[in-house]
């Protein structure tokens, strides 16, 4: 945030607070003259009066305030430093943060500054350098860090560093003049900390209303049947939701009952779900149908704790069918509604953490004999508004009390945790075109597919080697010629760099590929799931016979 953004930030939410004002607050205007002043040396040291950014860095739960004992100051004081140049205040803030603590982590509590003043500075010596007296336009933000996280001091400048109580600072800071500066960051932070606490009971009046007006018009809307209800939230995990509904409809018209999912033969099952992929959601799906029809006569339980018992529902799943089905005030918290919320309260703690945390707000706010209707909305806004990437704020019926849009930070959230590299393995894949029909078989390993149909495959040991090698090399007879193709599959946590080989044969080799079944491509389009890792390997196969 560069300083226009902090003042607009600080000023229009806070406007007239009493703990805003004094002697050291200057407005907005003076704020605004200073930069026009003094331009690009306004973030440098050059101007007699510059930007500095200060960090009052707090514990989770807003009790103490990581403090340094400063040589200079010969005292306690908050963190920071000056711009040097970078014109992003929260980025000083953050940085000045880790470097005068050593924590490795800080994130920001809220992107409004808790303090904006004008410090005056009397003249010292630094590094065996005379410094004149100078003024600091002082933009502090709260931040937050967790207690137990080791910390350190800048030894060149500071002589400590430690987590303080801050109702009792007046014991720790010798600067007296700066105590009614922390007192009102203090009040500041706690005045950002009631506004989340108070937006969070509006949501059901701001959404309701706009989800009446705007809501997709989708099969699984049109019931409060249980049995869809989660088969739709099954299916609706890792996929979009236009690819959903035509299998949606398929799947419902051959297995209309739980009863039905509990019968159905497991190939046909798994032909049914071909395309959606993940396949132990719908695996997971008959187990947890089973025992609907043993223990609950078919019937699903209407509460979230005991969906949860269920093979394949979690948290977020219960939720939802609870909700949505039997109307209880279960929270259902997905990527959609964790991304929303994050936004609204301005929240920076990271997609799980946030996940655990909201479940007990939320179940609170929930409107009675509307808590379908909320759910939803909440998924709603998340899917067509709060978008992850450009959020259409201007269509949104959170703007006006969304604190991420306030503070223009809506582009900052949510924190998502960084993903660990996929890990990439290299697989020669056989379409074997025999007089009995195709070779495939059933994965045997255990981990991704397992249980699927292939078409066999092996680690490719010499990605270099030509097509007649590698088959020679397996001492498989060729009739004609080789079609070679690569293709490049991506799952969750892994790669395959895939390289197939179609040919005629009239070998059946065992020894190279045992438990294979052959079967002519007809039967394997029409009966066969065949995962989308290997989906592609049918339209070569289709050209081959055409």
Same mark, same amino acid.
């Given at each position: 945030?560069?300083? #226009?953004?902090?003042?607009?930030?600080?000023?229009?939410?806070?406007?007239?607070?009493?703990?805003?004002?004094?002697?050291?607050?200057?407005?907005?205007?003076?704020?605004?003259?200073?930069?026009?002043?003094?331009?690009?040396?306004?973030?440098?040291?050059?101007?007699?009066?510059?930007?500095?950014?200060?960090?009052?860095?707090?514990?989770?739960?807003?009790?103490?305030?990581?403090?340094?004992?400063?040589?200079?100051?010969?005292?306690?004081?908050?963190?920071?430093?000056?711009?040097?140049?970078?014109?992003?205040?929260?980025?000083?803030?953050?940085?000045?943060?880790?470097?005068?603590?050593?924590?490795?982590?800080?994130?920001?509590?809220?992107?409004?500054?808790?303090?904006?003043?004008?410090?005056?500075?009397?003249?010292?010596?630094?590094?065996?350098?005379?410094?004149?007296?100078?003024?600091?336009?002082?933009?502090?933000?709260?931040?937050?860090?967790?207690?137990?996280?080791?910390?350190?001091?800048?030894?060149?400048?500071?002589?400590?560093?430690?987590?303080?109580?801050?109702?009792?600072?007046?014991?720790?800071?010798?600067?007296?003049?700066?105590?009614?500066?922390?007192?009102?960051?203090?009040?500041?932070?706690?005045?950002?900390?009631?506004?989340?606490?108070?937006?969070?009971?509006?949501?059901?009046?701001?959404?309701?209303?706009?989800? #009446?007006?705007?809501?997709?018009?989708?099969?699984?809307?049109?019931?409060?049947?249980?049995?869809?209800?989660?088969?739709?939230?099954?299916?609706?995990?890792?996929?979009?939701?236009?690819?959903?509904?035509?299998?949606?409809?398929?799947?419902?018209?051959?297995?209309?009952?739980?009863?039905?999912?509990?019968?159905?033969?497991?190939?046909?099952?798994?032909?049914?779900?071909?395309?959606?992929?993940?396949?132990?959601?719908?695996?997971?799906?008959?187990?947890?149908?089973?025992?609907?029809?043993?223990?609950?006569?078919?019937?699903?339980?209407?509460?979230?704790?005991?969906?949860?018992?269920?093979?394949?529902?979690?948290?977020?799943?219960?939720?939802?069918?609870?909700?949505?089905?039997?109307?209880?005030?279960?929270?259902?918290?997905?990527?959609?509604?964790?991304?929303?919320?994050?936004?609204?309260?301005?929240?920076?703690?990271?997609?799980?953490?946030?996940?655990?945390?909201?479940?007990?707000?939320?179940?609170?706010?929930?409107?009675?004999?509307?808590?379908?209707?909320?759910?939803?909305?909440?998924?709603?806004?998340?899917?067509?508004?709060?978008?992850?990437?450009?959020?259409?704020?201007?269509?949104?019926?959170?703007?006006?009390?969304?604190?991420?849009?306030?503070?223009?930070?809506?582009?900052?959230?949510?924190?998502?945790?960084?993903?660990?590299?996929?890990?990439?393995?290299?697989?020669?894949?056989?379409?074997?075109?025999?007089?009995?029909?195709?070779?495939?078989?059933?994965?045997?390993?255990?981990?991704?597919?397992?249980?699927?149909?292939?078409?066999?495959?092996?680690?490719?040991?010499?990605?270099?080697?030509?097509?007649?090698?590698?088959?020679?090399?397996?001492?498989?007879?060729?009739?004609?010629?080789?079609?070679?193709?690569?293709? #490049?599959?991506?799952?969750?946590?892994?790669?395959?760099?895939?390289?197939?080989?179609?040919?005629?044969?009239?070998?059946?080799?065992?020894?190279?590929?045992?438990?294979?079944?052959?079967?002519?491509?007809?039967?394997?389009?029409?009966?066969?799931?065949?995962?989308?890792?290997?989906?592609?390997?049918?339209?070569?196969?289709?050209?081959?016979?055409?």
């Amino acid at each position: 945030m560069n300083f #226009t953004e902090c003042l607009r930030a600080y000023f229009s939410f806070f406007q007239n607070a009493e703990f805003t004002q004094g002697d050291a607050l200057p407005t907005q205007e003076q704020c605004e003259r200073y930069l026009a002043d003094y331009k690009e040396d306004f973030y440098t040291r050059k101007a007699p009066v510059h930007a500095t950014a200060s960090a009052f860095v707090m514990n989770r739960d807003l009790t103490k305030v990581l403090f340094a004992y400063h040589k200079i100051y010969d005292s306690y004081a908050w963190l920071g430093g000056h711009a040097d140049g970078e014109t992003d205040l929260l980025a000083v803030a953050l940085r000045e943060a880790k470097e005068e603590s050593s924590l490795a982590e800080v994130l920001p509590y809220s992107h409004i500054p808790v303090s904006v003043r004008l410090l005056p500075v009397r003249s010292h010596v630094k590094r065996g350098e005379q410094v004149p007296e100078h003024f600091h336009l002082d933009v502090c933000f709260c931040l937050i860090a967790e207690e137990s996280s080791k910390i350190a001091p800048k030894t060149d400048e500071n002589t400590s560093v430690a987590w303080l109580n801050a109702e009792k600072l007046s014991d720790y800071v010798k600067e007296k003049n700066m105590l009614p500066v922390y007192a009102g960051c203090i009040a500041a932070i706690r005045r950002i900390e009631a506004k989340k606490r108070e937006s969070l009971p509006l949501l059901p009046s701001l959404l309701l209303p706009w989800f #009446t007006e705007n809501k997709r018009d989708l099969p699984w809307r049109h019931t409060a049947d249980a049995y869809r209800v989660w088969v739709s939230e099954i299916m609706l995990q890792q996929t979009r939701v236009e690819a959903v509904k035509k299998y949606y409809e398929r799947f419902l018209a051959r297995l209309p009952s739980v009863f039905d999912l509990a019968a159905c033969e497991e190939d046909e099952l798994l032909k049914l779900w071909e395309g959606l992929g993940y396949y132990n959601r719908v695996r997971n799906m008959q187990k947890a149908a089973k025992l609907v029809v043993e223990k609950y006569n078919g019937q699903f339980p209407s509460e979230a704790a005991e969906l949860k018992k269920l093979p394949g529902i979690g948290e977020y799943t219960a939720g939802a069918v609870a909700s949505i089905a039997f109307g209880k005030p279960s929270p259902a918290v997905d990527g959609n509604v964790i991304r929303v919320l994050s936004r609204y309260l301005e929240d920076y703690r990271s997609s799980e953490e946030l996940k655990t945390a909201l479940q007990a707000p939320l179940a609170k706010i929930y409107p009675e004999g509307e808590c379908s209707a909320f759910t939803q909305s909440l998924m709603e806004l998340g899917a067509l508004v709060c978008t992850p990437d450009s959020p259409d704020c201007s269509r949104c019926p959170l703007q006006a009390e969304c604190l991420a849009y306030r503070s223009n930070a809506e582009d900052e959230l949510p924190i998502i945790p960084q993903k660990k590299p996929r890990k990439t393995y290299d697989l020669n894949v056989f379409l074997m075109i025999t007089p009995q029909g195709i070779g495939i078989r059933k994965r045997k390993e255990k981990g991704v597919l397992f249980g699927l149909w292939e078409f066999p495959n092996m680690p490719d040991e010499n990605p270099s080697a030509s097509a007649p090698e590698v088959l020679a090399n397996l001492k498989l007879h060729v009739k004609g010629a080789i079609s070679e193709r690569r293709h #490049t599959h991506i799952f969750t946590h892994l790669v395959w760099n895939m390289r197939a080989f179609l040919f005629d044969t009239d070998d059946i080799t065992p020894n190279v590929f045992p438990n294979l079944t052959y079967l002519p491509l007809s039967e394997i389009e029409a009966k066969i799931s065949v995962p989308s890792a290997f989906r592609w390997c049918l339209q070569d196969l289709q050209k081959f016979y055409n």
